[in-house]
């Protein structure tokens, strides 16, 4: 049975070697990838487009704000989850439509 020293050093030698590896492959990688974009003609921005499709078309888009806290200009557009300001002012009694926009 290997010793706690021996078996650390062991450890420590794999790491080493895994890091080599992965240094190596990215390397492999990187060749392969400029290969690639030279054949086809292709630039950086050519990587970042989807094909046929605007950037940033259909994903994180804004909705009007439907209800604002005109004290502290805090907002909510009426999807998901109300807010806690504004089921904190319901609770008290006031009506959601004083907070309409």
């Known amino acids: 049975m290997a010793s706690l020293q021996e078996l650390i050093a062991q450890k420590e030698a794999l790491e080493r070697q895994i890091e080599l590896t992965k240094k190596q492959d990215r390397s492999e990688a990187i060749a392969k990838v400029r290969t690639l974009m030279t054949e086809y003609g292709l630039s950086v921005s050519d990587l970042s487009a989807k094909s046929g499709v605007k950037a940033g078309s ?44």
């Open 58 to 101: 259909g994903t994180g888009n804004k909705v009007a704000a439907k209800y604002r806290n005109k004290a502290t200009g805090e907002a909510w557009s009426g999807r998901g989850l109300q807010p806690k300001w504004l089921k904190a002012a319901v609770s008290a009694g006031r009506k959601i439509e004083e907070f309409a926009v």
